[in-house]
Structure formats: structure tokens, C-alpha cells
């Protein structure tokens, strides 16, 4: 722990966990640094988490500075007290305890305003209520009580105490010369008309009620992570899992739910399978694992009563129309990802699990009206010949790899419909109810038959993407259609290895490298009719075709464990662990398209999307693959 108090109108404190700056003329808090990890570098000291032109302050002092003379600088303390009598005696007290201490000083104690710019802030708490905005650049307004916790991706967590009778509100504010996007001339869907929220600010502002002196203090906590109870799993190679497993977990404040990104609300999202994976990791007495559990569950009953149609269908496409609902559109897997999501909290939480049993029954029935042939195989109404499909709803059809024209027979779909019902099937013989189990294991035993011969493609030695209505075989050596398919136990391990081998073959020819980027989604370029036609993001090597990223990671990595290939898996996960200790891994929120880092080339140079929470899927390997924990998401 070191302080300076040298400079006359600054003092600084830190430790190998913060780094503070105080403007002693304004009683101003200029400079905060956070590393929850500790380790020997100076992100805390380079970075500061606040925005520069608020920083953090007590409204007593912007109203009526500190007399100078009553500014008391010593050892690890600073005292400001101003014409009226406000006080605040700001001390350090150790490398990871901060407190700020108040008398005479009514109403607010601190403002504090962090930036979105650099670290998308989410604040975990036990309760909250919503509050009217204020202002019109106001986003949102929430009142937490105390203690809660502050998550800076990249950066780290502080939890927040304070005497009885303290409060936080929160309030999100955009700022007006960065909302919207600028893309330039050709713009897709509604990313021009987008009001993002690129570089405002999180305004936090406690306050008392009827105290005449009191605290608040600030830890900065150890990263939280599920535990790594492995052989080896105190080296800092894992530093990586450390550092960015809270990454995945970030809330959006309208809606307190978790999408793929802090904007995106998660009612109905096709991503809530990979969250609930990694939850089943979060056990034991974590007080945030706790929190974390408990929105997530309200999400996805939420999920249920927002986004569910009467035929069972969940789907946010068609959300709060009041009459019927259009055919099958949008991102359709988050019909399965909502029964996966179920079923996983099942394994954690049965009391609650059975309030959702109900809807997830009525999704796992939808899902088999699906199969239109008979075949055991489920059709997406969509021909997988083009990206529009006006025939359906005038929309382009998409799963999670929306860059393509993935239709009809969609490989990536019926993986997680056969894990839905392989789940869900699994849960009912629980809890003895054998009969209902037996329509879905019937379903399940036709799809296995079927399976293979339906989607090899004898040409690339892998299986096909999709299976087009009018028969064509569309198939781009997507790794993740080999991958997953060996995790759900579909393909045969030894031939998955082969598959896997023929993979990484192809990897070193196109120049991947180590792939300490994450794991390309296909390698072989997307003809034109099958992509969108977006030269920034749909070009070779960009986004999702060719481009690398850490979602991706979590299929291929633990289906090569599953067959054997240990050595190469951990060379490739240590590398991309290297990369997520090492480098910033996320970019703010929503920064813009093509500036991220969510998505990389080959060369490590950012090449689209924004803010993605699911990058961080593939830290689930680290268990499921390298420590070969069990785990619902793998077939045993």
C-alpha cells in the first residue's frame, strides 16, 4: 500500500488492487483504478473506471468547496471539511479497504460516475426498485439497498457497505454526441437507427436518511469464479478463467435479465442455455452466485409469461402482439435454449424448476410438431436457399450464426432440440413421471437413426450446416456442426476424432495459428447467396465467416477432449486463456459494429459485433473438457 501526498493539489493512493487520484482543491475524486486479480501489471494504475469530467464527489463540496485550511493530508488519510461543516475523511486502509467516513453532511453522500467507455458497470444487489427518469438523457433510474456489488468486466468486482439508513440510486445517462451508429452509407436491419448508449455514464449516488455521521466503504473483492478444483488449478494459467468468468453475466437495468449483451433484455433470448451451463458451475455459498441464480430464474420465467405463443413457441419476434402470432420467425433457437435453460435450473433449484416444468412441457411439445416428415429430423420453416424468406415473414431466417441463411434442416437447431428433449426426458423420469418421458425417447430414438445420414456430407468428410427444402446440401465445414454433435453423443468418437483431426488441419492451412483467438465458426468461405451481403462483416475472415471467437470454443474444445485430442485441447485453450487474462475482451457498450474484440481475424484485429456475453461460453470447457466435470451439456 503506497500514498503521495507530495503534489499541492493532488493526492494518490494505491495497491496491487486500486489506484486512487483526489483533486484536494475540489475534494474530488479523479482517478479509480480497480484489478481485482492483483497481479503484476498497471491496468488499475492506466485505466481509470470513472468519467473524467464527473469523477466521484460528495454534493456537499460542489456547492461549497473545502477550505484549504482545513484540508488535512496524512499517512493513508485525507480529511476535506468546507464553510459549512460537511466533512468527509477519505482513509485507505489496507491494499483492498477503502472507506469514506461523513459528518454534518446531509442527504447525498457521494456522486460517483463511471464510464461506460471503459468497463460496462452492472451492479448486483438483493433488491431494487425502478424510479421515474429524471431528464430525457436519462435511460433508467434505480434504487438498490446496500450491500452490492459493482462488476467492471476486465476490471473486477467492489462490493459496497454502508452504515443503516444508506441507499444507492443508480442512473444510466447516453451521451447525445455518440448515440446511434454510424455505418456509412449501407446499413442492415436497425443498426443506423439504434440509440446506443456508446460512451455515457453510470451515475451511482448515495445517500442517508437522518444521520449525522456515517460510512461507506469499499472492498475490493477477489475475482469470483466457480472453483477450480483440479490438479494444477492454483497456476496463473488459469488466470484467464479468473479474470472473465463474471464477463458472461451482466445485467440489462430496464429489465434485470441477462441477454448477449448489456442492451439486449433476455426474455426470450436465444442464449440462455449457454448462461444456464456456466450457472451450473456457480454453487456453495458465493453471495453472488447467488444473486446471479436468482435473476436468471426470474428471466426465464419471465422468458415464459413475455415471449411464450400459444403453441408453445418462445420467441421474442412476435412479443405483445395482441392477436395470434406470425409462423415461426426470427431467432428460433431460443425455443430450445428456453428448455435447456429450465431443465438446468432444475439441477440447482427444484422447488423453482417446477414452476417452470408447465411452459417448458408446452416448448418441448411444440418442438415436436416440428418434424414434418416423420423423419425424427425437425424442419424450421424457412427454404435455406436465401437470406430473405418473404414467404414466411419478411424477415431473414437466423439462429445464433445469423450471418447465414441457415433453413429447413438446420444442423445447429436440432442439436439443441435433441438436447431439449433429451433433458427435459431425463427431469420427467425423475421425478417418476416415466410415462410423459416416453413420447420424447421415442422422438429422440427416430432422430438418432436418422441423424447422420441426414447431414454427412461424403464431400468435406464433415457434417452439412443445413439441408435446403429443395434437397441442397449446404456445408461450409462449420466446426461447431461436428462439434456439438460429438458432445451430444450423435457422433461416434471415433469418427468425431477423425472429423476434429480433418478440422484442424484445415485450421493450419487457412493460417489460424494457436487460435488463441477462439475457434473460427466455419472454413469454408460462405458463397453469396448464403450470407448477407455486408463486405464488413460478411467478407472472408470477418464475423462469423472465418472469423474467430470464444463462444465457438466451448463445443469444439470439449468435444476434443471427449475423443482423445487432450494435448492439442489444452495447447489451444491455454493460448486463448492467455489472450483473456491478457488483453481486454470486451469494448464497452455497444461501441459499434466492426470495433470489437468479441469477434477477431486470424490477426487478432477486431471484425464485428459489440458487448458479447457469450464470448466467455468456452471458460466452460475448462471443466466440462479439461477437468471432464460431468455436466447435462455433454452426454455422459
Keep these: 500500500m503506497q500514498y503521495k501526498h507530495a503534489h499541492p493539489l493532488y493526492s494518490s493512493f494505491s495497491s496491487a488492487y486500486t489506484s486512487l487520484t483526489f483533486d484536494t482543491a475540489a475534494g474530488k475524486l479523479l482517478f479509480f483504478g480497480v484489478e481485482s486479480g492483483g497481479r503484476d501489471w498497471d491496468r488499475h494504475g492506466t485505466y481509470s473506471l470513472l468519467l473524467p469530467s464527473m469523477g466521484a464527489v460528495c454534493p456537499a463540496f460542489e456547492k461549497a468547496p473545502p477550505r484549504k485550511e482545513k484540508t488535512v493530508r496524512e499517512g493513508p488519510s485525507l480529511l476535506f471539511e468546507n464553510a459549512a461543516g460537511a466533512k468527509q475523511t477519505f482513509t485507505m486502509e489496507d491494499d483492498r479497504h477503502l472507506s469514506f467516513c461523513y459528518e454534518n453532511v446531509p442527504g447525498a453522500l457521494m456522486k460517483i460516475a463511471f464510464s461506460i467507455k471503459r468497463a460496462p458497470l452492472t451492479v448486483w444487489a438483493r433488491e431494487h426498485k425502478k424510479l421515474a427518469p429524471l431528464s430525457k438523457n436519462c435511460l433508467f433510474r434505480t434504487r438498490y439497498s446496500l450491500p452490492l456489488m459493482l462488476h467492471f468486466p476486465d476490471f473486477g468486482l467492489v462490493r459496497v457497505s454502508a452504515d443503516p439508513g444508506v441507499t444507492c440510486e443508480e442512473t444510466l445517462l447516453t451521451s447525445r454526441e455518440y448515440t446511434g451508429l454510424d455505418l456509412g452509407a449501407e446499413n442492415y436491419g436497425y443498426h443506423n437507427q439504434m440509440h446506443a448508449l456508446h460512451y455515457g455514464c453510470s451515475v ?144 440447482w433449484d427444484a422447488d423453482f424448476a417446477q414452476k417452470l416444468l408447465p411452459y417448458a412441457l408446452k416448448t418441448a411439445d411444440f418442438i415436436l410438431t416440428l418434424d414434418k416428415d416423420g423423419d425424427g429430423i425437425f424442419e424450421v420453416p424457412f427454404s435455406g436457399n436465401f437470406m430473405e424468406d418473404e414467404a414466411v415473414c419478411g424477415i431473414r431466417q437466423r439462429n445464433w450464426w445469423d450471418n447465414f441463411a441457415f433453413g429447413h434442416k438446420d444442423i445447429y437447431f436440432n442439436y439443441l432440440c435433441h438436447r431439449a428433449l433429451r433433458e427435459i426426458s431425463d427431469w420427467l423420469t425423475a421425478l417418476g413421471r416415466q410415462d410423459e418421458a416416453e413420447k420424447y425417447k421415442a422422438q429422440l430414438s427416430l432422430f438418432d437413426k436418422n441423424f447422420f445420414d441426414t447431414f454427412y456430407d461424403p464431400e468435406t468428410g464433415v457434417m452439412a450446416g443445413w439441408i435446403s427444402r429443395d434437397g441442397r446440401v449446404h456445408d461450409y465445414m462449420f466446426t461447431f456442426a461436428v462439434s456439438m454433435g460429438i458432445n451430444e453423443g450423435l457422433i461416434p468418437p471415433d469418427r468425431g476424432k477423425e472429423m476434429l483431426r480433418l478440422m484442424l488441419n484445415k485450421m493450419r492451412e487457412e493460417g489460424y495459428g494457436d487460435l488463441r483467438y477462439g475457434i473460427p465458426g466455419n472454413l469454408i468461405s460462405v458463397s453469396d447467396p448464403d450470407t448477407i451481403h455486408w463486405p464488413c462483416m460478411s467478407d472472408w475472415g470477418r464475423y462469423e465467416n472465418g472469423g474467430l471467437c470464444g463462444m465457438n470454443g466451448f463445443h469444439f474444445l470439449t468435444a476434443m477432449y471427449r475423443v482423445g485430442l487432450r494435448e492439442e485441447a489444452d495447447a489451444i485453450l491455454a493460448a486463448i486463456l492467455d489472450t483473456y487474462d491478457k488483453e481486454f475482451t470486451h469494448s464497452g457498450l455497444m461501441p459499434g459494429y466492426v470495433q470489437s474484440v468479441d469477434w477477431r481475424t486470424k490477426e487478432g484485429n477486431p471484425c464485428g459485433y459489440n458487448y458479447l456475453a457469450d464470448n466467455y461460453y468456452f471458460l466452460l470447457a475448462v471443466y466440462t473438457g479439461h477437468a471432464g466435470m460431468k455436466h447435462p451439456a455433454v452426454v455422459p
Design 204 to 347: 451511482l449516488t448515495f445517500r442517508h436518511t437522518g444521520a449525522c455521521a456515517c460510512a461507506l466503504r469499499f472492498e475490493i473483492m477477489e475475482e469470483t469464479y466457480p472453483e477450480l478444483g483440479f490438479e494444477g488449478g492454483g497456476d496463473a494459467k488459469w488466470n484467464g478463467v479468473r479474470r472473465a468468468w463474471m464477463n458472461a453475466f451482466s445485467l440489462n437495468r430496464i429489465y434485470f435479465d441477462m441477454g448477449d449483451n448489456i442492451m439486449l433484455h433476455g426474455r426470450g433470448h436465444l442464449a440462455v442455455h449457454m448462461k444456464s451451463d456456466m450457472l451450473q458451475m456457480m454453487g456453495g455459498d458465493e453471495p453472488l452466485f447467488k444473486l446471479v441464480r436468482d435473476a436468471f430464474k426470474q428471466q426465464i420465467l419471465d422468458g415464459f409469461l413475455y415471449a411464450q405463443a400459444e403453441d408453445g413457441e418462445v420467441n421474442f419476434s412476435y412479443v405483445d402482439r395482441k392477436k395470434g402470432k406470425e409462423p415461426m420467425c426470427g431467432f428460433i433457437d431460443s425455443t430450445p435454449a428456453a428448455v435447456i435453460a429450465s431443465c438446468g435450473i432444475a439441477h
